[in-house]
């Protein structure tokens, strides 16, 4: 069956690292999606693309970055980690409009200490 | 912050009783979402009104849409200890998807 994948699960790390979480899916999607997911805040858009070479920025992408060289894989670099960078990172997949139905990674706890 | 509102924060319900959760946005919209979530996993989709439509029935699910009042509400009937979660409203926006902050449901046996 086709699924997304999200790798490492947990990180812990430390402020001033570089740290990237992968995101794998076999759906075969255009589109693909960063959230993070904080108490209080729900879910926030952090970048997105639509296809092979585009990316785009979303509501808080500030301080992180993406790259999209094949349709399978989306990873999310934080270039310097900070505290408040600690989350629950989400990755998405959807065949469609950048509005139609997302298919979710399990997500990765990242902790920045 | 562009995030709609979702009302009730947490609900807690016997099995058997009904849910009613609802969220409300302020621009205009393609279509709504809700989804579900489980304790530590991602989200699930659940159901998708176009803003064209009133009303979506999926299983025990209904969902209505208000444009006019810019508000949905998700009814979960005859709810079981397996519906507890979090559920979120999701709008449609600039060709992406807005989140809500998400209701609690915690549906005891």
């Known amino acids: 069956d086709a699924e997304i994948t999200q790798s490492p699960r947990h990180k812990i790390t430390e402020t001033g690292r570089q740290v990237t979480l992968a995101c794998h899916q076999t759906?075969?999607?255009?589109?693909m999606f960063w959230y993070r997911q904080d108490l209080g805040h729900g879910l926030r858009l952090i970048h997105y693309s639509y296809g092979v070479q585009d990316t785009n920025k979303g509501e808080v992408s500030d301080g992180y970055s993406v790259s999209r060289s094949n349709t399978e894989d989306l990873p999310l670099t934080l270039e310097s980690a900070a505290s408040s960078q600690t989350s629950v990172y989400f990755c998405?997949?959807?065949?469609?409009?950048?509005?139609?139905?997302?298919?979710f990674g399990n997500g990765t706890r990242l902790t920045v200490t | 912050s562009q995030q709609g509102e979702e009302d009730p924060q947490a609900l807690s319900i016997q099995e058997g009783e009904n849910a009613t959760m609802n969220c409300s946005y302020k621009t205009s919209i393609n279509n709504l979402q809700w989804y579900r979530q489980n304790s530590g996993r991602g989200l699930v989709h659940l159901i998708l009104?176009?803003?064209?439509?009133r009303e979506k029935h999926s299983g025990r699910l209904r969902v209505t849409l208000d444009t006019s009042k810019k508000s949905s509400s998700l009814l979960i009937t005859a709810s079981r200890a397996a519906d507890t979660a979090s559920y979120f409203c999701?709008?449609?926006?600039?060709?992406?998807?807005?989140f809500g902050q998400g209701t609690e449901l915690s549906v005891k046996p």
């Open positions: 999701a709008r449609s926006q600039g060709g992406k998807l807005i």
């Open positions: 009104i176009r803003s064209n439509e």
């Open positions: 759906w075969n999607h255009n589109n």
């Open positions: 998405a997949s959807s065949p469609g409009p950048g509005d139609s139905p997302l298919h």
